[in-house]
């Protein structure tokens, strides 16, 4: 069984800096793609950032494009968020997600092909 399980998050002030973990287990993580989706109080869910499974391709939302960086350890079975120069706008409930499907960043499917999901850590950017 898929488990993802998100920390990190808090309240942090406009153009600060938070790292975003997520542990994984129950399968191979070496071999998922691996996102960070985030919704906004009374908006959608909206994806963030995917990374693939060699951590080879990266792929990022215009919005956090040069601010927010995916990256992840696959001896640790952990992907991390690192988010810096953060918003106001940023302030959400961040879910980790999982697509074990082996195909790579699938940009052009729904939620990015994820199929196993986090139950997410909250961000708050506020003076």
């Known amino acids: 069984q898929v488990q993802l399980v998100e920390s990190g998050g808090g309240l942090v002030h406009p153009g600060g800096s938070l790292r975003l973990s997520c542990a994984a287990s129950?399968?191979?993580?070496?071999?998922?793609?691996m996102g960070w989706f985030r919704q906004a109080p009374g908006k959608d869910r909206e994806f963030v950032a995917a990374?693939?499974?060699?951590?080879?391709?990266?792929y990022y939302a215009d919005s956090v494009r040069g601010r927010f960086t995916i990256f992840r350890d696959n001896a640790k079975n952990m992907v991390f968020l690192q988010m810096n120069l953060l918003k106001p706008e940023d302030t959400a409930l961040y879910y980790c997600?999982?697509?074990?499907?082996?195909?790579?960043?699938?940009?052009?499917?729904?939620?990015?092909?994820?199929?196993?999901w986090g139950k997410g850590t909250l961000v708050t950017v506020s003076s």
């Open positions: 129950g399968g191979t993580f070496s071999t998922w793609t």
């Open positions: 997600a999982a697509d074990t499907s082996g195909t790579g960043i699938r940009a052009g499917v729904r939620d990015y092909g994820m199929e196993y």
């Open positions: 990374i693939s499974w060699s951590a080879g391709n990266t």
